[in-house]
């Protein structure tokens, strides 16, 4: 069965067709490198022995796009490409809208006038606002999204709940993501970080890397356990093993559903640090911070959805997050 992964050398897309390729799928990544490296594809080879077939191209060419859902018979697509800075996107809605929302609107056209109408979509946890009380259940209401970055996400999740009201042949899984960390557990494969990170887990590996110099914790006295963010930290392997479930679901069945891809549990800013030390027995020196702009206290999943109607639930904790982020940035380290 063949399936194209838009974005598939990124971060999750790599780790995702890694699990692909080992369910024997055929893959075929569209990437446009704007944020990843064509190393990645060597990387998935060693680490499963297959090759996915790479295209460097962008879902904007819909003549390139159509050609793919020509030539190979496609049976669905995950669709990871997109940009994902959320401070970028304040600075840069235009580029933002253009990449993610028009980008998929051509991703569609193309693989609607291709008879190809089941997609697997990296929606965010971000949708649901600030204003909803965790653990976040897929019913609750879409929240007031604070960047352009949240509000793609939110845009491209009501157009692909129309175009199924629209057209009862398409079959829609929309993934909300919350906190993906850590990286696979072979080294090979992992986030690359593009200048200085702005997310807590690339921040506190290359402080621990003395790339940085000191963490700085935004917010102490938020009103959470010990005063600082608490998040739903996910393995980006066990997110990537949720597509697998998404996509043999989209393949099986039409219509529009919403999964939250999360632990169910929540650590906070500390907690996370701690468990690196510890784990790694590297040194994270921190100050605390004012808040960061646009942060809430609290965001964890529901993930109990995706548990019943996927048969998928995250399977690996805090320790494998911050070891397999250790590994990655250290084999970084060798490689620079
Ligand atoms: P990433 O930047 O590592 O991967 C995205 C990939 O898409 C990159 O390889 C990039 O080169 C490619 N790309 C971007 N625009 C493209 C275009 N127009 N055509 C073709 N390729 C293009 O990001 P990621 O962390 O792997 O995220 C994947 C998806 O998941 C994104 O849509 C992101 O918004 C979403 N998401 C990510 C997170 C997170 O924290 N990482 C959380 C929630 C949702
Ligand atoms: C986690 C916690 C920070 C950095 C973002 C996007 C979201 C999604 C995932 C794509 C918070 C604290 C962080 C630092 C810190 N992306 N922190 N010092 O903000 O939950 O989510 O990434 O869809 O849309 O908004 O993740 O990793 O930035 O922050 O104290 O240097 O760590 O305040 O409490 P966030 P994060």
Redesign the pocket.
Known sequence: MSVLV??G?????SHTVAELLAKRYYVII???????KRDVVDSIEKITGRTPQFVE????DKALVGRILQEEPIEAVIH?????AVGESVRMPLEYYH?NVY?TICLLETMRDAGCKSIVF????TVYGGENVSPLREDMPEGRTTNPYGTT?LTIEKILRELCVSDPEWSVSLLR?F??IGAHKSGLIG??PNGEPN?LMPYITQVAAKKLKKLKVFGSDYNTPDGTGVRDYIHVVDLAKGHIRALERVLGRTGCETFNLGTGQGYSVLEIVKSFVRVTGQKVPYDIAPRREGDIATCYSDPSLAEKELGWKAELGLDEMCEDSWRWEEQLNQEA
């Open positions: 838009t974005g050398t990124g971060y999750i897309g569209l990437d446009n490198l704007s944020n990843s191209g962008d879902i904007r990871f490409a997109g940009s994902k990449n980008g990296s929606s965010s946890a996400k993501y906190n993906p986030e690359f997310n």
